[in-house]
C-alpha cells in the first residue's frame, strides 16, 4: 500500500511537471505581447511584426523562457516540501491507525471524525500537531464555475485526503457550477442547500437579500459538518479564494492551541491588512492575535458552533460575529503573510473593496513547517506580555514623520503612532495606509487596540494611549 501511494505520487509529480514543459512549449510558440499585428488584440497600427523581423523578438523569447523556469523551479520546490510533509503526515497517521487497532482488541474503536478530542482538564503541548484528527475543509459555493481554481489548489496542496476531506457545500441552484464541482468526482463531497427560495426580509432590506441568503447557507452547511456528520473542527473557505503551499500545514499545527488557550475562539488564514508593502513578506512565519473575526480561510471547534447555531442571525454574520456578544473577549489567531487570497469580484457586495484593495493581497508563496515550531508564544499570558512590553517601548512619533520619510528616524523600527479617538485612527490609519474602518469599535488586524504593519520598511504600531482599558463600541 505504502509503494502504492508512493508511485502516485511520483506519477503525479511526473506529470505536473510534464505540463509546465507544454505551457513552456506553448509560450515558446506565441508572439510576444502587444507584437500580435493587426487584429491582434490592441497592437498600435505599424507595430505588426513577422517572426523573422527584428532582433528583440529571440530575446523576448528568451525573457518569456527564463520566466517559466523560474516558475518551474518554485513549484518544484514547493512540490518537495509537500511532499515531504505528505509522507510524515502519512507515517502518523499510520501510528494512529495502530493505535485504533489496539483500541479495538481491547474492546472500543472510537470514530476517527472525533479522534484528537481529549478528556478536560487534560494538558496537551500547544505545539504538538494533532496527528490523527480529521480537518474537513468546507468549500461555500453558490455560482461561480472558477471554483475550480479553489478545488485545484485545495487538491494540489493537502498533504493527505484522509485527513482532510474537501466539502463544497453549494447554494443557489447553478448547475454549470454543480457540473464543474461533480467533475472532481469522489476527490470531493457536494452537498446541495435544499432551500433556495427568497427570504422575508423588511421592504429596506429587500436589496440585502443576498446577504440573508449567504447566512441560511453558512448555518446549513457548518450544521451538516457539525451536527450530521459529527467533526471535531473544520476550516471554512469560499469559492473565490486560493490557497497558499503551506494552507494545511498552518491550520493543523494551531489547532491544538485552538483546543487549549479559552481565550481563543478561532484560527484565520487572512490579514485585512495584508497588502504588498504593509506586511513583511520576509517573515512569513510571523503569528499574531487578533480581536478582530478576520474570516475568509476560518477553522473553529464543534463546541463554538453549538454556541452560536442557537442564535445564528438572518444575514449579515461576519459583521453580527464582530459583535461583543459573540466575540465575548476572544481573539482569533492571524498571519502576518495571508494563507489565502481571494479572487472573485462578482459577488452581493458587487465587488465592494476588490479593485481598490483585495486584489492587492499578499498570498504567501513559501512553505514554513508550522508543525515543528514552537508557538506557545501565542498563548494568552505570555503574548500579552511580550506584546504590550514591544509595542509601549517602540519610540513614539507623529504619522508626518513616517509619510515624509524625513527627520530623525533612523532603521527599520518599531515605532509607535498614538491615537486616541476614533477620528485620530481614522485620518492616522488612512495616511498610513491601512483598513481605517472599525467593527464594535475593534479596528482590522488590531489587538488591544493595537495595529502593527509596515511601512516603507519600518515595523510601525498604531496604538491607543498605555493603560488600554477595552473597545468603546461606538467607534464603528
Request: a positive charge.
Amino acid at each position: 500500500m505504502v509503494r502504492k501511494k508512493g508511485s502516485v505520487i511520483l506519477c503525479g509529480a511526473l506529470l505536473f511537471i510534464a505540463w509546465n514543459a507544454l505551457l513552456l512549449l506553448f509560450l515558446w510558440g506565441r508572439p510576444p505581447i502587444g507584437r500580435l499585428g493587426p487584429g491582434g488584440g490592441g497592437a498600435e497600427p505599424g507595430e505588426g511584426r513577422e517572426w523573422g523581423e527584428g532582433g528583440d523578438l529571440t530575446g523576448e523569447v528568451m525573457r518569456l523562457a527564463e520566466e517559466v523556469e523560474k516558475e518551474l523551479e518554485t513549484q518544484q520546490v514547493l512540490l518537495q516540501q509537500i511532499q515531504s510533509h505528505r509522507a510524515l503526515w502519512e507515517h502518523r497517521q499510520g501510528k494512529g491507525q495502530a493505535k485504533d487497532s489496539q483500541r479495538l482488541i481491547g474492546g472500543g474503536l472510537s470514530d476517527p471524525r472525533k479522534a484528537g478530542t481529549r478528556a478536560p482538564g487534560a494538558s496537551v503541548a500547544p505545539t504538538a500537531p494533532d496527528s490523527d484528527t480529521v480537518i474537513p475543509v468546507v468549500v461555500i459555493a453558490c455560482d461561480r464555475v472558477t471554483v475550480r481554481r479553489c478545488l485545484d489548489k485545495l487538491l494540489q496542496y493537502r498533504p493527505s485526503a484522509a485527513l482532510h476531506p474537501i466539502i463544497v457545500s453549494q447554494d443557489c441552484g447553478h448547475e454549470d457550477t454543480a457540473r464543474a464541482i461533480a467533475a472532481y468526482g469522489e476527490r470531493v463531497t457536494h452537498l446541495r442547500q435544499p432551500e433556495l427560495g427568497d427570504m422575508p426580509v423588511r421592504p429596506e432590506h429587500r436589496k440585502f437579500q443576498g446577504y440573508y441568503k449567504i447566512a441560511r447557507h453558512y448555518r446549513w452547511a457548518l450544521g451538516q459538518v457539525f451536527n450530521t456528520l459529527g467533526y471535531s473542527a473544520a476550516v471554512i473557505v469560499e469559492d473565490d479564494l486560493e490557497v497558499a503551499p503551506d494552507f494545511f500545514e498552518y491550520f493543523r499545527a494551531l489547532l491544538p492551541l485552538l483546543r487549549q488557550d479559552p481565550s481563543l475562539w478561532c484560527v484565520s488564514a487572512w490579514n485585512d491588512n495584508g497588502r504588498e508593502g504593509v506586511v513583511d513578506a520576509g517573515a512569513p512565519e510571523l503569528l499574531y492575535r487578533t480581536d478582530f473575526f478576520p474570516g475568509l480561510g476560518w477553522m473553529l471547534l464543534r463546541e463554538l458552533w453549538a454556541e452560536l447555531e442557537p442564535k445564528w442571525p438572518a444575514a449579515f454574520w461576519d459583521d453580527w460575529m464582530r459583535q461583543p456578544e459573540q466575540r465575548r473577549g476572544r481573539a482569533c489567531l492571524r498571519p502576518e503573510v495571508s494563507r489565502t487570497l481571494t479572487f472573485g469580484r462578482k459577488g452581493v457586495s458587487l465587488g465592494q473593496f476588490f479593485d481598490q484593495y483585495l486584489r492587492y493581497i499578499k498570498l504567501n508563496s513559501q512553505f514554513v513547517p508550522f508543525t515543528r515550531l514552537d508557538l506557545s508564544y501565542l498563548e494568552k499570558a505570555a503574548y500579552d506580555r511580550t506584546f504590550e512590553e514591544k509595542v509601549y517601548s517602540a519610540p513614539l512619533v507623529r504619522p508626518e514623520e513616517l509619510t515624509q520619510g524625513g527627520g530623525q528616524l533612523r532603521g527599520t523600527g518599531p515605532y509607535r503612532v498614538q491615537y486616541s479617538s476614533r477620528d485620530s485612527f481614522k485620518v492616522f490609519a488612512k495616511a498610513l495606509g491601512v483598513m481605517d474602518d472599525l467593527k464594535s469599535g475593534v479596528p482590522r488586524a488590531g489587538y488591544r487596540g493595537v495595529v502593527s504593519f509596515l511601512h516603507k520598511g519600518r515595523r510601525v504600531y498604531l496604538a491607543p494611549p498605555p493603560g488600554w482599558k477595552g473597545y468603546d463600541t461606538t467607534w464603528s
